[in-house]
Every structure is written in C-alpha cells, then in structure tokens.
C-alpha cells in the first residue's frame, strides 16, 4: 500500500491578470490564486492510485503566505494531510530554492513510495521540480508520465517523449512528473469541501529545515515578466479583382511564415 | 463580494463555477435548441451533493447553508439557467418537506430528494382568478383517513420528471386562502396525469406541464389549513434562489458583452472605447454587484433563520428589473451576433425572463414589501 506525497504549487490564475497595454506590465492585484494546473493532475492521480491500491496521499507546498488559501482546496481532493512551508521570498524563489526546501521539508516529514508533481507550474513552467527533487534526494526521477498502471504490485510508468512511449518500472521510492491528459481532475463536491475542514494541517517553520542563506538564495533572477499583445495587422487589400485580392493576401501570409 | 464569502463558501463558489464550465457550458446552447431533458448532467449534480445543498446532513443532506447554496445557483446559471432551475424546483421542494415535515416524513423523503434518486417539483399555480376559485381549482376532500386531491396545476416545473410534488390545495373552497394546505404526493399515486410538456420560451430544458389531479391520494404537509404562510415563506425562499440565478445570467452576460466589445473594431477602435458602450457595461455590471450583494444578504437571513419574506420580495423586484433590462442591453452591444441563436446571448436573452417571471407575479413583491412598511 503505497505512501505518496504530492507537491503542489499556488500560483496566481492567468484568467485574472491583465496587461497594461502601454508598457505590457502584469496587473495581478485581482488575481485570484489556485493550485496550478498539472499539479491538480498530479493530486488526482495519486488519488486514483490510493482509491486502487490502498494507503495514504499527503500533499506538501512551499509558498507565500497566500498559499494558506490552497489547503483546504487541496484536502478537498482527496489527500489526508497536507504540509506546508510560507515564506513571503518563496514569490522571487526559483527552481533550485523551491526544490531545496521541499527536499527539506521531505527529510523532516519522513519517507515515501512515491513522490508525485505536475509536469510544470502554470506560470513558470520550467519542468525542473521533479528532476531537482530526486536529485536532491538521491532518488530516481520518472517524468513525463502519462499513465500509471500496477502490475502485481509493481508501478509501471508510461513516459511520453517527443518521438516515442517509454514504459519503465522502479523498485524502491521515486519521484514522478504527470502530464496533464494522464488524468481529468474531478471536481470536489461539497461533502468533500466541509470535510476538508476536518483533515489537519501542518505548518513547517523554513527556519526549521536548517537551510542556509545560500542555499535559500535564488540562482535565476527574474528581472522582468512582460504581457504578450497580438496586435492586430490592420491591413485591407482593396486594389484590383477578387483574384488580384487574393493573391496579396496569400503573399502576405507568406510573408509572415504562413504557408 | 469575496469578503463575505467564508473560505468554503469561496471553495464552493469555485467548484460550482468549475462544474459548469466542464459539465454545462459544453451543452447549454444544444439543450436550448432541444429542450431535452438532461438526465445524466442530474446524475452528475448529484454526485457532487448539488441536489442536497442545505438539507441535513443526518439525510444525506450536505448541509452547506442558503448561502452556498445561492452561490451554487449563480454559478450553474452562468452555463445553464435551464439546469439550475431543475436544482432550484427541486431544492424548493425539499425545503418544504425540511421546513414542514414531520419527523418521519423527513425520514421517508429527504434521504432520496439529498442524493438525487428522486426529484422534487412545487405545483402551486392554477388556471383560476384565485385560491380554491374556478372548475380547475385543486380541491382537497377527507378519505379513508387521509385525503384525496382534485384538480389541475398548471405550468408545474420538473412535471413529468419529478417523482414527489409539494401541492397546494383548498380542504374549503369557499373559505379561500384561509383553508389552504401543503400536501405531499407521489409522481405514482393513481389518478395523477401529467400534461405534455409545454414549449416555453426560455428554460427550455427544465419541462414544465399541466398536473392532473382526480382523486389522488395526498398526505398532508405541516398543518391543515395553515398552507397560505407555508406558500408565502415558500415562495419567498424560490425568489432568493431565483435572484441568484437571474444575477448567474446577467453576469455571465454582460462578460460576454464585455469580451466581445474587446474584439470587436469598428472605426479603428474596438467599441469598448465608446463612452456609449462604457455606459452599458458600467451600469449593467454595477447593477448586477448590488443585486448579487442582495442576494447573499437575503440567503444569509434564511441560513440564520430569521425573518427574510420583505428582503426576499425586494430582492425579487430588484432582480427583475435588472434581468430583462440588462439583456437588452448587453444584445445591443453584440448586436446581429448575439442576436444569433448559434451564439450564448439569445439563450441568455429567453433564459432571463424564466428567472423573473416565474413562479410568482410581477406585483407580488411590492405588496409584501409596502405591506411591510406601511
């Protein structure tokens, strides 16, 4: 009966952030925040996993104080516990901090079967979390995994790469990446929302984890995250006949690397 | 509104949202079109709690208050209204048997109504001038203990598909309102004959019917004739319900209006940029915030289990004004493309005038609420 344990991110819902059209900065004072896409995947598979195998899902997350907001979401899916650290520098952390202090946070809680996260968050999207992860924990990494099957007690992982499925076993503990059409999240109902509120909770101090300066100092920095315009051509080929017409607007296209 | 809002108030509010999107919006303008009735989107809701919302948790019930169960209404109306006011007919119907039951019928009834195995309906309209008047009126005569209905309703909502109705009928023709009872009534009973379903112009996946009634056997509901403050609170707790589902399709309307005048360029500028369109949208959404705030204040009263008949009604009148009034003008803004029975805004355009004019009279609410004051 495996003991899985999901990461998850909060980020801020990319529905909610407006651009400002005269120097495509983000406006996200009305963003809302939600668990990031493949993430929910990866709560829902491990889920489906439990439902068929047996044991237990606990969840884990590093983030602003805003992530708070994601723990009864989270414990509405299904997970029985979920652990969380706040750091109001986790908003400018990058791939390596996030994963130190998981890796951390893994160390203090205990140990498990199976270590499962979303292909990439929806905002950044460096699908670096579960490589960085094993690494740190000495542990083999699986990702890009687009189904997960048992097989007399053994997990097989199919991978889907850019030209080909790989299936691969493990033995021993692993950390997985899912892709998103390895599952479709269900939707909590409302028994499951009130029954969040009955799950615990655990906050982890970061300054309990024992991670030094350097090791919470991020590598990448982000200097800038401008908005993305499609500006409109404002084009109108109104010379010559229909087929003159055409022509144009064919070359134009052309042009533009449409063919 | 979110400060209002409890985190799983919030949560619900989400998830609701979500279903929609997944669940109803896919469908809402091909169940427009047919009018089917869709029984497995039923199904689904009721896998998510959504056909128990406020029912007690000792039946099935997810207890989740008046509140949540408003913001669950809201959000199903921005896909479909049609499939919320299934939710909304049925939910009524469960919340006279919760507010009035005896303690065995709760038992008998709620369990199956909470998880969606049955569904609930409320016949209280008749073709007559008024209460226990004309040859169709929904007469109720003693019998063998119990008693037996006559009668017709008219315009029944989930006729045909419900498997219990709440009715309204007189035990004394000639006293009037004075003798008005509730009653329970099984979709089997004998004698009961449901009419063809009716072609309305919006809702049109929710079936409306005539039911028949020739002596049919009905069990009585709360106290006989104590059916008239029954029927008021009753109809009081719809209308909130129906606010929230005429705010569900103004909102989702005038963000479609919203959208569309983004996109849509004449003159060398998208017509969001004009101070005629600005007007629509500011006063349309504006409305829509303050009728949402209503809304939640007049659920909040019912979750607390105090008076709420005058909020209600006002709520009612605020909410009617704003429905219709508020689609013509976000069809203006869409013009000969919302004008398209391919696109959402017709739909919501026919859909909004079911959300308030059903069920009670346009004059309804300015008596209860000058009663009230005066």
């Known amino acids: ?259 | 509104m979110s400060y209002l809002l409890t985190e799983d108030q919030q949560l619900i509010q989400k998830n609701a949202r979500d279903f929609a999107k997944q669940y109803l919006e896919p469908m809402a303008v091909q169940l427009d079109k047919t009018g089917e009735f869709p029984a497995e989107v039923v199904k689904k809701l009721a896998s998510h709690d959504f056909l128990g919302w406020f029912l007690p948790a000792e039946f099935g019930g997810a207890e989740v208050g008046y509140v949540s169960y408003a913001l669950g209404v809201e959000e199903l109306s921005r896909a479909s209204a049609a499939v919320a006011s299934i939710v909304v007919n049925h939910s009524s119907a469960a919340y006279a048997i919760n507010r009035w039951g005896t303690a065995e019928q709760k038992k008998k009834y709620l369990p199956a109504l909470a998880k969606g195995e049955k569904l609930g309906a409320v016949a209280m309209s008749e073709p007559g001038p008024s209460v226990g008047q004309g040859p169709e009126a929904v007469i109720a005569t003693q019998q063998d203990g119990g008693y037996v209905l006559n009668g017709c309703k008219c315009y029944v909502a989930n006729a045909g598909v419900a498997d219990l109705y709440v009715v309204f009928g007189c035990t004394d023709p000639a006293a009037g309102a004075k003798s008005l009872t509730a009653f329970l009534v099984s979709a089997k009973a004998a004698g009961l004959e449901v009419g063809a379903k009716k072609s309305t112009m919006g809702l049109r996946a929710r079936p409306t019917a005539d039911v028949v009634f020739r002596n049919v056997a009905a069990e009585v509901l709360g106290t006989v004739n104590a059916g008239t403050p029954i029927a008021a609170e009753l109809l009081a707790a719809l209308a909130v319900a129906e606010a929230a589902q005429t705010v569900g399709v103004v909102g989702f309307a005038v963000e479609h209006a919203a959208k569309y005048a983004q996109q849509r360029v004449q003159f060398g500028r998208p017509i969001s940029a004009f101070q005629a369109i600005q007007t629509i949208l500011a006063e349309v959404s504006t409305n829509c915030y303050v009728a949402r705030l209503a809304v939640y204040d007049a659920a909040a009263l019912i979750e607390q289990g105090k008076p709420f008949t005058t909020e209600a009604a006002m709520v009612k009148l605020f909410a009617q004004r704003l429905g219709i009034n508020s689609l013509v003008e976000t069809l203006q803004i869409e013009g000969g493309y919302g004008y398209s029975e391919e696109m959402f805004m017709a739909k919501l355009f026919r859909d909004v005038s079911g959300t308030t004019i059903l069920e009670s009279p346009l004059e309804f609410p300015e008596q209860v609420i000058a009663a009230s004051i005066a």
Request: glycine share 6%; proline share 5%.
């Open chain 1, 1 to 259: 009966m495996p003991k899985i344990l999901v990461c998850y991110k909060w980020v801020l819902d990319e529905q909610d952030i407006r651009i400002n059209p005269n120097d495509l900065s983000l406006d996200v004072s009305r963003a809302k925040g939600k668990i990031s896409d493949f993430d929910r995947n990866a709560i829902e598979e491990a889920v489906l996993l439990v439902e068929r195998l047996g044991g237990t899902v606990d969840a884990l997350t590093y983030g602003t104080p805003a992530a708070k907001q994601s723990l009864k979401d989270v414990l509405s899916r299904g997970p029985n516990k979920v652990y969380w650290i706040q750091d109001p520098a986790a908003e400018k952390a990058d791939a390596h901090v996030i994963a130190t202090v998981l890796a951390g946070a893994i160390r203090r809680i205990g140990s498990y079967d199976l270590i499962i996260c979303g292909e990439g968050s929806s905002d950044s999207y460096n699908q670096q979390m579960a490589s960085r992860l094993a690494a740190t924990l000495d542990l083999p990494a699986v990702t890009f995994t687009s189904q997960i099957t048992s097989d007399n007690g053994t997990l097989k992982f199919t991978r889907k790469l850019d030209d080909c499925t790989e299936v691969a076993t493990v033995s021993g503990p692993a950390v997985v990446s899912v892709l998103g059409e390895i599952n479709h999240p269900r939707i909590p109902g409302l028994k499951q929302v009130l029954g969040a509120s009955k799950k615990p909770s655990e906050e982890i101090k970061l300054a309990d984890l024992g991670l030094s300066p350097q090791e919470l100092t991020p590598r990448a920095i982000r200097k800038s995250v401008k908005g993305f315009v499609m500006s409109r051509k404002n084009v109108i080929f109104k010379d010559g006949d229909a087929a003159h017409k055409v022509a144009q607007l064919v070359a134009s296209l052309a042009k533009e690397g449409l063919s």
